[in-house]
C-alpha cells in the first residue's frame, strides 16, 4: 500500500482542484493506501475558513468534505503565513480538526510519502 | 448600457468560469440589458450535449445555459473554435439552438456591442 499526499494551491470552487483533492483522498482511504497530508498553500489557505457557506444548500461544501477528511485522520495543514497575508490566519475561521502548520510541515508530509501530488491553477 | 455581449472562453468544468459567465448574463438580463453569448476557444465545449457532471459534484452548465438561453440571450460558436476541435454541429446540445458564425461575423458582433466581458 502507498502513502500520498497532497499539495493544493488554489481556492475551492473557482477550481475543480479541491473537489479532485478531496474524491482522491477519500478514494485512496478506501483502497487501503495512506494519506499522510494535505498541505494547503498559497490560494489554498482558503479551503479550511470555516465560514465556507454555498449560497445553494444543494451544492457541497468544500470545508465541511475537508473537515471530514480530518475526522478520518488526515492532516490537513494550511500555511500560516499565506493565511496572514490573506487576512485568515484567525483561529476563529479555522476549520474544525485542521491547523495550521509552516512549510516545515509540508517537508515531512514529502519525506513520509511515497508520492505528492501537486495541484495548481 | 444596450448591449453587453459575454464572451465564454474556457471549458465547462475544471474551473468556475462558465457558471459565473452564466449568472453575469443572467444580471445583465435583470438590468434590462440586451445581451448575447458567444463561445471561442474551449468555451465551445460547454456547449456540447450529453454533458454527465454528477460524478464530479459540479451543477450541469449545459443545464444554466439553456435556462440562459430560455431568457432570449441568443448564443453563438466559433466556426474555427469548433473545427479545431473535431467539434460537429451535431455535437451540440439542440436546445442551446447554437448559432455557428465565422470570425468575420464574431467581429461584426463585438463591434456592436457597447461592451465585452471576458470569461
Avoid at chain 1, 47 to 67: C, G, H, M, Q, Y
Avoid at chain 1, 89 to 118: K, M, P
Amino acid at each position: 500500500m502507498g502513502k500520498l499526499a497532497f499539495l493544493l494551491m488554489t481556492s475551492p470552487y473557482s477550481f475543480q482542484n479541491s473537489d479532485t483533492v478531496i474524491k482522491l483522498a477519500n478514494a485512496a482511504l478506501k483502497a487501503g493506501h495512506e494519506v499522510t497530508g494535505i498541505y494547503l498553500y498559497t490560494d489554498g489557505v482558503y479551503n479550511n475558513v470555516n465560514t465556507i457557506k454555498p449560497s445553494d444548500d444543494r451544492d457541497r461544501n468544500i470545508a465541511e468534505l475537508f473537515k471530514e477528511l480530518a475526522a478520518k485522520g488526515v492532516k490537513v495543514v494550511a500555511c500560516p503565513i499565506c493565511a496572514e497575508y490573506r487576512g485568515t490566519q484567525n483561529n476563529d475561521l479555522l476549520l474544525e480538526g485542521t491547523n495550521f502548520d509552516g512549510l516545515g510541515a509540508l517537508s515531512e508530509f514529502v519525506e513520509d510519502s511515497d508520492r505528492i501530488l501537486i495541484f495548481t491553477a | 448600457m444596450e448591449k453587453v455581449i459575454v464572451i465564454f472562453r474556457k471549458g465547462p468544468y475544471g474551473q468556475i468560469n462558465s457558471l459565473e459567465g452564466i449568472r453575469v448574463a443572467q444580471g445583465l438580463l435583470v438590468l434590462d440589458v440586451e445581451t448575447d453569448a458567444i463561445f471561442i476557444d474551449d468555451g465551445v465545449f460547454n456547449l456540447i450535449k450529453n454533458q454527465k457532471p454528477d460524478g464530479i459534484g459540479h451543477h450541469s452548465v449545459i443545464g444554466a445555459l439553456e435556462s440562459m438561453h430560455r431568457y432570449d440571450i441568443p448564443i453563438f460558436a466559433c466556426e474555427s473554435s469548433l473545427k479545431q476541435r473535431g467539434i460537429k454541429p451535431e455535437d451540440l446540445d439542440s436546445g442551446l439552438e447554437v448559432k455557428i458564425i465565422s470570425i468575420q461575423e464574431l467581429s461584426d458582433l463585438l463591434l456592436l456591442a457597447d461592451a465585452t466581458i471576458a470569461l
